[in-house]
Nanobody
Framework: QVQVAESGGGHAQPGGSLRLSCSASGTIFSIYSMDWYRQAPGKSRELVVT???????NLADSVKGRFTASKDGAIHTAYLQMEALKPEDTAVYYC??????????????WGQGTQVTVSS
């Protein structure tokens, strides 16, 4: 079992910044990826970024140039640095962890989400 916890959400003004963290703990054999999704009210869940085991980062077009993502594999933590925030970035941000077990099977785990609100 893997536990996933996001933190760092809150309120920011347009043009402001926030830094989100995602920490995975528990029975971790090997993490395949750590990914960020977001879901705005009345909208479907949107992939924001994927971070592979090797650290390759793939950002959605909607956040390229404004958001950056990274991970610290030693402590199973991923980060999402959000700059130049826009009201349309308002959403609940979720972290997904895909864990590889000792057999090579992959199971995904989700955090509870952290609210990001961008408004004046």
């Amino acid at each position: 079992q893997v536990q996933v916890a996001e933190s760092g959400g809150g309120h920011a003004q347009p043009g402001g910044s926030l830094r989100l963290s995602c920490s995975a703990s528990g029975t971790i054999f090997s993490i395949y990826s750590m990914d960020w999704y977001r879901q705005a009210p009345g909208k479907s869940r949107e992939l924001v970024v994927t971070i592979s085991t090797g650290g390759v980062v793939n950002l959605a077009d909607s956040v390229k140039g404004r958001f950056t993502a990274s991970k610290d594999g030693a402590i199973h933590t991923a980060y999402l640095q959000m700059e130049a925030l826009k009201p349309e970035d308002t959403a609940v941000y979720y972290c997904r962890v895909r864990n590889r077990d000792y057999t090579g099977g992959i199971t995904e785990y989700w955090g509870q989400g952290t609210q990001v609100t961008v408004s004046s």
